[in-house]
């Protein structure tokens, strides 16, 4: 052996961090032909958990901001409609369905979730400038089939008043639940498919996942106790920030609200909330950190599917609205893409 090798082998032996020493990803897209993708990822409270007194038009400054922004894709924390055929095919697995039942529109339209899909993409691939009502209204039954309600509610949102009834597939009963969907408290259907809808967007994405955690354990009960005992050794900070957002929430302008969670103090918070606690806890069976892997899971596999969504569109400007606790590991990790650049939230809400 050399004596450069001998060298070499020593210094790897005595320190192991050498011998793993790591590549720089976010570096290999420096020399990249064309421009780079730009991704905001807004955190959001869940409008579900907002009070009675909540009104849609609360969000009007945050939406014109979104806007602003002019995303060629959103996407939203809902479960695609393949993830939901495939827990339905696979309950060992994965349980008891956590989707929207289909049957209502499957009836309506003679399509299973599988049919839906494919003739839902079969469509977009054709999609004309200037859609007529007509393909309007058999699209939002098709993605109704699909499991994909909200961007259903993106093409009903784009039907002139007038055509907003029965028809092509359209039944009495899927009128009512796109009208009910219209309506609903939550950021899917009052933030992102209203946005989609006024930018001239066919659809949104849905990139949440539940495939990875559903955790097998013996004792549920046990584990549920240990996380949240957890969960509260670390909640101080967030205790606080949570009666601010409460607040907040209850204005007639949500758009502070927004400015605040999406804020870096927020995501610290929000992050070591999460994690501190059960990282820290003691547990003879390690549930928390077991809980830990499911989070980490979930939101890696989230993050594989927004990427998806742009695969094919490099440059695209792409929105990802999501609960504010996923944001920092969102914005960490697709940072971290090749061609992607991270639009900091906060100042496009200025």
């Not at 020593?10 to 050498?18: E, F, M, Q, T, V």
């Not at 990822?41 to 609360?58: Q, W």
């Not at 009836?107 to 079969?122: I, R, S, Y």
């Not at 054709?126 to 093409?155: C, D, G, I, M, Y």
């Amino acid at each position: 052996m050399g004596m450069w090798k001998k060298v070499a082998w020593g210094l790897a032996a005595a320190s192991p961090l050498l011998a793993q020493a790591q590549v720089d990803l976010t570096k290999l897209d420096r020399d990249m032909a064309g421009p780079k993708s730009q991704v905001m990822v807004l955190g959001t409270v869940h409008l579900s958990g907002t009070p009675a007194t909540f009104k849609a038009a609360s969000l009007g400054g945050v939406i014109d901001r979104l806007a602003a922004f002019k995303p060629d894709i959103i996407t939203i924390e809902s479960e695609s409609g393949e993830d939901c055929d495939l827990a339905a095919r696979h309950p060992a697995k994965y349980g008891a369905n956590w989707c929207p039942k289909t049957e209502v529109a499957m009836a309506a339209t003679g399509l299973d979730m599988p049919a839906a899909l494919a003739e839902v993409d079969k469509t977009l691939k054709a999609w004309p400038a200037k859609p007529t009502a007509s393909q309007r209204r058999r699209l939002a039954a098709a993605f109704l089939a699909a499991n994909e309600p909200s961007s259903a509610l993106v093409q009903w949102l784009q039907l002139p008043a007038a055509e907003r009834r029965e028809g092509d597939s359209l039944d009495a009963a899927l009128v009512a639940m796109l009208e009910k969907l219209e309506k609903r408290k939550n950021e899917d259907n009052l933030i992102a498919a209203p946005l989609a809808a006024r930018l001239g967007l066919q659809r949104v994405y849905s990139v949440d996942n539940h495939t990875g955690d559903r955790i097998d354990l013996p004792d549920i009960k046990a584990f549920v106790k240990q996380l949240e005992a957890a969960w509260a050794s670390s909640s101080a900070e967030m205790n606080v920030r949570r009666k601010q957002e409460d607040a907040l929430s209850q204005a007639d302008d949500m758009l502070p609200l927004y400015r605040f969670i999406n804020a870096p103090e927020s995501m610290r918070i929000h992050a070591e909330s999460n994690v501190v606690g059960p990282m820290r806890a003691k547990s003879a069976e390690v549930y928390p950190q077991i809980w830990v892997g499911g989070w980490e899971i979930r939101n890696l596999r989230m993050v594989a599917n927004i990427r998806e969504t742009f695969r094919e569109r490099p440059g695209a400007r792409v929105l990802s609205i999501v609960g504010a606790a996923h944001k920092p590991w969102f914005d960490h990790w697709l940072a971290q893409l090749q061609g992607v650049e991270i639009v900091d939230a906060v100042d496009v809400l200025k």
